[in-house]
Structure formats: structure tokens, C-alpha cells
């Protein structure tokens, strides 16, 4: 089955400096892979998502790179704000099984 | 957008008791639920997927007669811990599934806690 690694586990950045957080997954079947905010007791917020068949996406500071042969897929938070600071969690998805596989998470902290 | 309401957002409960958690999509119909349970400072584990009117399909390793499911609607799903145990505290969270959107809403988490 698929399985979903993420790096790092936790990521400290100056604000104004920015985020990278990367992830890789084991199934060459995955096409769908969105990124999710959590903040401390609430559940996870969609913030941006792409699909196999494109390799960057882009909405304001955030974006997401995706390397289908490397398996990689990646979020970038450009000019962070301590409102940035929460978890992130990747996921993939293969279209028709409906299930997300979450990679393990980042605590990010954006320090004033 | 989609939105998914999740309640209680927090409940305390006896040994041995049941307690019942509430998701339901307020402006979409979901034919499929999705049910978490997440652990302090971990990812969020898949425990079952609630289909519309059949049988919910539990993850391996979960007890199906513990954690009751129910999806008599297509705005509303049900997760039952029955005869709940201190080590069944845990954030439990739904998404829902918005015809049309390979993206997941989620709801807000059910902090639950077996005292």
C-alpha cells in the first residue's frame, strides 16, 4: 500500500524567511496530493493541492512542486507570517479509492 | 465552500459509557464520510470510510463493534465509542467527500477524553 514520509518534523523560520517542506510516497498509482493546516485543537484545513499531471501550482506565498518520477512533492511558504505557524500534513490519494495516506507531519514555527 | 460541522468539539465520559459523535456536511451531500483518530503530536490515522445508506469499511485493526458507524443520510454520519476506555482518548475527526472534488473538507475534531 501506499506509505507517506515528510521531512522535517519540525522547521523554525525567521519571519519574512521561507518554508520548505518535502515529502515523498511509494505509489506510482498516486495522482492527487493535497497539503492541510492544522492549527492546535481544530482539524485540518485544505491550503492547496495538485494533481499528477502538474508539476507546480501556485496561489500567493504558497505553491507546491510535484516530481512524479522522483516521487517527491513538496510546499514552499514564501514570506512567512507567525499566523503560518501550525502542522502541516501532506497526503496522497490514488482516484478511486477515495483514502488519503498522511505523511507524518511538520510543526512549523514562524518566529517574530 | 464545503462545510463540515463536527460536534461535541470536546466530551468527558465514565468508563464503560458510549458517546456519540456527530458529522454533518452543512451545504453539500456526502456520499462518502471519512472517520480519523489522531493521537498528541501524530498524523492522523484512517479508522473507516461511512458510505450512504450500506455498511461502513473499517481500516485493519479497527474494532468494528466499538466504533459504531452510522450514515442513514447524506448530510449526516455518526461515530459511536462504545463502552469507551481512558485509551480510546483521542482527537477524532470526519471529512467529507464533496461530489465532484477530489478534496476533502474536514470537520473541527471531537476532543474525547474517558475518565
Known amino acids: 500500500g501506499e506509505n507517506v514520509e515528510q521531512h522535517p518534523s519540525t522547521l523554525s523560520v525567521q519571519e519574512g524567511d521561507s518554508a520548505v517542506i518535502k515529502c515523498t510516497y511509494s505509489?506510482?498509482?498516486?495522482?492527487?496530493f493535497p497539503w492541510y493546516k492544522q492549527e492546535l485543537g481544530k482539524g485540518p484545513q485544505l491550503i492547496i493541492d495538485?494533481?499528477?499531471?502538474?508539476g507546480e501550482k501556485k496561489d500567493q506565498r504558497i505553491a507546491v512542486t510535484l516530481n512524479k518520477t522522483a516521487k517527491h512533492f513538496s510546499l514552499h511558504i514564501t514570506e512567512t507570517q507567525p499566523e503560518d505557524s501550525a502542522v502541516y500534513f501532506c497526503?496522497?490519494?490514488?482516484?478511486?479509492?477515495?483514502?488519503?495516506?498522511f505523511g507524518t507531519g511538520t510543526r512549523l514555527k514562524v518566529l517574530a | 465552500g464545503a462545510v463540515v460541522s463536527q460536534h461535541p468539539s470536546r466530551v468527558i465520559c465514565k468508563s464503560g459509557t458510549s458517546v456519540k459523535i456527530e458529522c454533518r456536511s452543512l451545504?453539500?451531500?456526502?456520499?462518502?464520510m471519512f472517520w480519523y483518530r489522531q493521537f498528541p503530536k501524530q498524523s492522523l490515522m484512517l479508522m473507516a470510510t461511512?458510505?450512504?445508506?450500506?455498511?461502513?469499511?473499517?481500516e485493519q485493526g479497527v474494532e468494528k463493534d466499538k466504533f459504531l458507524i452510522n450514515h442513514a443520510s447524506l448530510t449526516l454520519s455518526t461515530l459511536t465509542v462504545t463502552s469507551a476506555h481512558p485509551e480510546d482518548s483521542s482527537f477524532y475527526i470526519c471529512?467529507?467527500?464533496?461530489?465532484?472534488?477530489?478534496?476533502?473538507?474536514f470537520g473541527s475534531g471531537t476532543r474525547l477524553t474517558v475518565v
Open positions: 497526503a496522497a490519494s490514488t482516484s478511486g479509492t477515495y483514502k488519503y495516506i
Open positions: 451545504d453539500f451531500q456526502a456520499t462518502t
Open positions: 461511512s458510505n450512504e445508506g450500506s455498511k461502513a469499511t473499517y
Open positions: 505509489d506510482s498509482a498516486s495522482n492527487y
Open positions: 471529512s467529507a467527500s464533496h461530489r465532484g472534488s477530489l478534496g476533502y473538507t
Open positions: 495538485i494533481r499528477s499531471n502538474v
